[in-house]
């Protein structure tokens, strides 16, 4: 039996996760078990939707056996399995993102590092963290062949024929000596407890007990026990009143993989026309991948508690594609399918809906909870005007809760609601400047113009705004002006307006154009400058332009 190559990208990461994530070797059972579960929920789909496997009674479980002597753990579910390609594609070389972009992300700190792997789509290979040789024992559902795939994590892997009497995956374990430790019951119990706990179908521990025997009597022989070690229920189906904080927490980083917890969560459970029940976070910190094209949407999708899909990127705007969380429908088909997905009414509905609930909820969190929400907008406020920019339905509400910098402090946030509670009678707009760098905004002479006169900017240097705030044109009905702009004047300066200033520089306009040529687009007399000479501002008119840099920004 030919021995093969792991692909060159595997053999890095192998090393890399080793070293990094060491500190932190006991995830690789949360890996196991978070696979084990995604072929038990595909099994279950299969079962319930496919012909050809609907006369199964199909209950699905993992079961997970310990030896201690033997140092072994062995970690089996009856879930879709693996055929001969499967093993040689997915545990031969890596599926996602790949090894550069984890290693980019490394941090240095294990335990934060820990997280990063199941994001990556590399889970499995942490089991070489713990063990010095592993076999996968695979037969995939609908076929009578089995598959052994066996490899010591270092020089490359083999695949040969074996023996499963069912569908489903056995992964052996054969520890090192100094990880006996997860052979034993208290230890991987707490584990599991600590990781998997939400995992929507029982786990059982199989393990020997010795029963106590008193001094002077014949020791009894130990005994094999059979005990369900995780709660194994759908927790967004359970009552808000009746679940925790840290319950919801718990369910988080099983969710999530996360151990931060989350910043806060939304439940909800609809009943009426539309019957469904929705559970989502927001994550303490912005997602690693927020900006990236190949993003790994957060939000799962189920039908009557069965999953149909974690790879949707359509079930909440892409704005909000920070969101984790499951949406749990009681009116879809369980055979809808992904193409149907798209434009199914049930789903669109939930969909609008989920997000109606969403901003409300950030907008409370404002009044209710000011840290958190300064928290939120460290994070989240760029994506917050991706809103502005691409959903109008809602465009009343993103207005609430995207925040600025602007001239009444510098240092802080400040909300629309409150710049116009600033705002005094003679004042007709609201205007703001928006340029490449903070710092330019802040000294830029129309901007000091502006303040002189006692009218307050936002100050915009996020690349983003140039495109967002042109979008936005007005708030509660006072218009939003860019100063740089001609129709900001709104009277402000006509006290500076002296014709007899402007003949004495006729002509110095066409003067300076002319010298600089191409390097400007159009020089313009104003009398909105105060003390500067000369202002430079952008004029960014090009929409094809900006439309594609803004695609790009949002990671498209
Ligand atoms: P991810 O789970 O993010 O895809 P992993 O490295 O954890 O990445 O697993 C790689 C792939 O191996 C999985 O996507 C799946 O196709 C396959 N796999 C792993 N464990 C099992 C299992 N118990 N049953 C079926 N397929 C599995
Ligand atoms: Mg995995």
């Not at 983003?464 to 979008?471: F, K």
């Given at each position: 039996m030919a021995k093969k190559e792991f692909k060159a990208e595997v053999d890095k990461l192998l090393k890399l996760i080793i070293h990094s994530l060491y500190s932190h070797n006991e995830i690789f059972l949360r890996e196991l078990i978070s696979n084990a579960g995604d072929a038990l929920d595909k099994m279950k789909f299969l079962n319930l939707t496919d012909e050809a496997f609907k006369h199964e009674q199909f209950e699905g479980r993992i079961d997970i056996y310990l030896n201690e002597k033997e140092k072994s753990l062995i970690i089996s579910d009856n879930g879709i399995g693996m055929d001969e390609n499967d093993l040689n594609e997915n545990l031969g070389k890596i599926a996602h993102s790949g090894t550069k972009l984890f290693a980019e992300k490394l941090t240095g700190d294990a335990q934060k590092d820990s997280n990063l792997i199941g994001q990556f789509g590399v889970g499995f290979y942490s089991v070489f963290m713990v063990a010095h040789n592993v076999e996968v024992i695979s037969r995939k559902a609908g076929s009578d062949k089995a598959f052994k795939w066996t490899s010591d994590?270092?020089?490359?892997?083999?695949?040969?024929?074996?023996?499963?009497?069912?569908?489903?995956?056995?992964?052996?374990?054969?520890?090192?000596?100094?990880?006996?430790?997860?052979?034993?019951?208290?230890?991987?119990?707490?584990?599991?407890?600590?990781?998997?706990?939400?995992?929507?179908?029982?786990?059982?521990?199989?393990?020997?007990?010795?029963?106590?025997?008193?001094?002077?009597?014949?020791?009894?022989?130990?005994?094999?026990?059979?005990?369900?070690?995780?709660?194994?229920?759908?927790?967004?189906?359970?009552?808000?009143?009746?679940?925790?904080?840290?319950?919801?927490?718990?369910?988080?980083?099983?969710?999530?993989?996360?151990?931060?917890?989350?910043?806060?969560?939304?439940?909800?459970?609809?009943?009426?026309?539309?019957?469904?029940?929705?559970?989502?976070?927001?994550?303490?910190?912005?997602?690693?991948?927020?900006?990236?094209?190949?993003?790994?949407?957060?939000?799962?999708?189920?039908?009557?508690?069965?999953?149909?899909?974690?790879?949707?990127?359509?079930?909440?705007?892409?704005?909000?594609?920070?969101?984790?969380?499951?949406?749990?429908?009681?009116?879809?088909?369980?055979?809808?399918?992904?193409?149907?997905?798209?434009?199914?009414?049930?789903?669109?509905?939930?969909?609008?809906?989920?997000?109606?609930?969403?901003?409300?909820e950030i907008k409370k969190l404002a009044s209710d909870n000011p840290t958190k929400f300064e928290q939120f907008v460290e994070h989240y406020n760029r994506p917050m005007k991706e809103g502005l920019y691409s959903d109008f339905v809602n465009k009343a509400d993103l207005l609430e809760i995207v925040r600025f910098k602007s001239t009444n402090d510098e240092s802080a946030w400040t909300s629309l609601a409150q710049y116009k509670e600033r705002m005094n009678s003679e004042q007709k707009s609201i205007y703001y400047l928006c340029g490449d760098n903070a710092e330019a905004v802040r000294h830029n002479p129309l901007v000091q113009a502006y303040k002189k006169r006692g009218f307050e900017v936002l100050l915009l240097?996020?690349?983003?705004?140039?495109?967002?705030?042109?979008?936005?044109?007005?708030?509660?009905?006072?218009?939003?002006?860019?100063?740089?702009?001609?129709?900001?004047?709104?009277?402000?300066?006509?006290?500076?307006?002296?014709?007899?200033?402007?003949?004495?520089?006729?002509?110095?306009?066409?003067?300076?154009?002319?010298?600089?040529?191409?390097?400007?687009?159009?020089?313009?007399?104003?009398?909105?400058?105060?003390?500067?000479?000369?202002?430079?501002?952008?004029?960014d008119d090009d929409m094809s332009l900006q439309m594609s840099r803004m695609f790009q920004m949002m990671g498209q």
């Open positions: 994590g270092q020089s490359g892997y083999t695949v040969e024929d074996a023996q499963r009497d069912a569908h489903g995956t056995t992964i052996i374990c054969h520890l090192n000596d100094e990880h006996v430790e997860y052979a034993q019951q208290y230890r991987v119990t707490s584990l599991i407890e600590k990781y998997s706990n939400f995992i929507a179908f029982p786990i059982f521990l199989h393990y020997e007990e010795q029963e106590y025997t008193p001094e002077g009597e014949e020791p009894k022989p130990a005994t094999m026990v059979e005990k369900q070690a995780n709660s194994a229920k759908a927790i967004w189906k359970r009552s808000k009143s009746e679940l925790s904080q840290e319950e919801y927490n718990d369910f988080y980083q099983t969710l999530s993989g996360e151990s931060e917890e989350p910043l806060f969560h939304m439940h909800t459970q609809a009943e009426g026309s539309l019957e469904y029940t929705t559970l989502f976070y927001i994550p303490a910190k912005a997602p690693y991948d927020l900006y990236r094209a190949d993003y790994r949407p957060g939000v799962k999708l189920y039908v009557k508690r069965v999953f149909i899909t974690d790879d949707d990127k359509e079930l909440l705007p892409i704005y909000l594609r920070f969101i984790r969380g499951v949406i749990d429908s009681e009116d879809l088909p369980l055979n809808v399918s992904r193409e149907i997905l798209q434009q199914n009414r049930i789903l669109t509905n939930i969909k609008g809906a989920s997000v109606k609930k969403i901003l409300t240097s996020d690349e983003m705004d140039q495109m967002v705030m042109p979008m936005v044109q007005d708030y509660q009905g006072i218009a939003l002006k860019a100063i740089n702009k001609a129709d900001a004047d709104d009277g402000i300066f006509d006290d500076a307006k002296d014709e007899e200033a402007i003949q004495a520089v006729e002509g110095v306009a066409e003067k300076l154009k002319e010298a600089l040529g191409d390097r400007v687009k159009e020089v313009r007399l104003s009398a909105r400058l105060d003390d500067a000479p000369s202002a430079v501002v952008s004029s």
